[in-house]
């Protein structure tokens, strides 16, 4: 497994596509919120201060989330970005994906439901459950719905892993 | 042993296709939901809140623009003709806007004293998350502005804030008792109120002004420039961000 993740990163190319989907889709997690507001500051102010205050809004993962949640959303975003780099090593090198790609899809979404809630649920899940009369389940979960975004992040962690392997994995047969 | 080692790899075909199409599957229902749901109710966090007082369910379509005009019966710090003002939406069971809240002080402390910058205070208490306790909460502090005026209710905003457990596990009674005490409320005129249609429909008027300007969680915060621009700030932002905000404003 891990010479699969070794044969992977050591090519600088796939280290570094890793780094930038696992900044994007951290980028995405923190900034989602305020996308509206980002934009009227993008049209109201100078490039210089729109970065600046996108730049700025990177600070949200210190007050807009738990401490617990903030490490599952860094987390989350790595192992997207691993998830990525591996699944586009396999396709380009036409090696099988087996159910890899598909649990890594799984897993993101899984997280994306546990992500709003971290912001008193301000996403998905309480809006899915409050549109079935289920509000309540949140109440009683003890991670006010989070353990979706765990759950995420284990199963991409075992997307991961799923990949690595493939690609230590032989292509053809022994002798 | 060639047929047994076929039929093991035709095995895990099989098993990893399955996963494959039980992944898609799961993917897919959850995306469509979300899609679905999402687009049905914008205002997500609140659809059980979403009811007038007769338990109806309002038709308006969130915007901004329904911001209610901060007037005199609305609790405000700092100075009430302030070129910027910040309507702060929050929830006294809410984590993130005991951090806001600290916030909102310390940009108070650079802005407020010059006049530059007021904060409007609004209820929006979330009850499906926060059960019975946001409520009381709010109508706790509801009644010390009723009973002791716009002052009196900033204070204790500030102690409910310091005070409050968040996430529904505050003892609300409790705390009431030790703050009313600190302040020299009467506990008796204060229980009194708590009880009254007036401060219910209070809370409800802010709560449901959230849910009309757009407000999907807790807290929720529309900064006014002083040539009228709105601006939403959804959740606990940093200083920073909301420090940078106001300038842009002011500028």
């Known amino acids: 497994m891990l010479a699969g993740v070794r044969t992977v990163f050591s090519e600088l190319r796939y280290a570094t596509f890793a780094v930038i989907v696992a900044w994007f889709v951290f980028s995405l997690v923190v900034w989602w919120p305020n996308m509206s507001l980002l934009l009227q500051v993008a049209t109201n102010a100078s490039s210089f201060e729109t970065v600046q205050f996108a730049f700025g809004l ?15 959303v860094s987390l989350l975003s790595l192992l997207f970005g691993l998830n990525v780099a591996l699944t586009t090593y396999l396709v380009r090198h036409k090696m099988p994906l087996f159910g890899g790609a598909a649990t890594s899809t799984a897993g993101m979404v899984l997280a994306v439901f546990g992500v709003g809630c971290s912001a008193c649920g301000s996403i998905l899940l309480t809006g899915l459950l409050s549109s079935l009369g289920g509000a309540w389940l949140l109440v009683w979960l003890p991670y006010g719905g989070e353990e979706f975004l765990f759950l995420g992040v284990a199963i991409l962690l075992y997307a991961t892993l799923t990949l690595a392997r493939q690609v230590s994995r032989p292509t053809t047969c022994a002798a | ?41 914008k205002q997500v966090v609140v659809a059980e809140n979403n009811l007038d007082t007769t338990g109806t369910p309002q038709q308006e379509q969130p915007s901004v623009d329904n911001l209610t005009p901060v007037a005199e019966s609305d609790h405000v710090r700092g100075d009430r003709n302030a070129p910027v003002m910040i309507v702060s939406y929050s929830d006294f069971e809410c984590p993130f806007c005991k951090r806001f809240h600290n916030t909102m002080l310390q940009i108070m402390d650079e802005y407020g004293a010059s006049g530059q910058v007021a904060w409007v205070f609004r209820h929006f208490p979330l009850e499906a998350l926060h059960p019975v306790k946001a409520r009381q909460a709010a109508l706790a502090t509801e009644c010390a502005a009723t009973l002791g005026g716009n002052d009196v209710f900033w204070q204790y905003v500030d102690r409910m804030s310091e005070l409050s457990l968040a996430n529904n596990r505050t003892d ?54 002083p040539d009228g621009a709105k601006y939403t700030i959804n959740g606990a932002q940093p200083y920073e961000s909301i420090k940078q905000l106001i300038e842009l404003a002011l500028n």
């Open chain 2, 172 to 225: 609300v009674p409790a705390v009431v008792a030790q703050i009313n005490e600190e302040l020299g409320i009467d506990d008796a005129a204060h229980t009194a109120c708590m009880e009254s249609s007036e401060a219910d429909a209070a809370v409800q008027t802010d709560l449901e002004n959230a849910i009309a300007s757009g407000g999907k969680g807790t807290p929720w915060s529309i900064l006014v420039g």
């Open chain 2, 1 to 41: 042993m060639l047929v047994r080692h076929r039929n093991h790899i035709f095995m895990n075909e099989n098993k990893s296709s399955l996963i494959i199409a039980t992944a898609i599957i799961i993917a897919g229902a959850l995306i469509a939901s979300a899609v679905i749901y999402t687009d049905q109710n």
């Open chain 1, 58 to 72: 990177y600070g949200s993962i210190g007050t807009n989330f738990s401490v617990v949640s903030a490490v599952a």
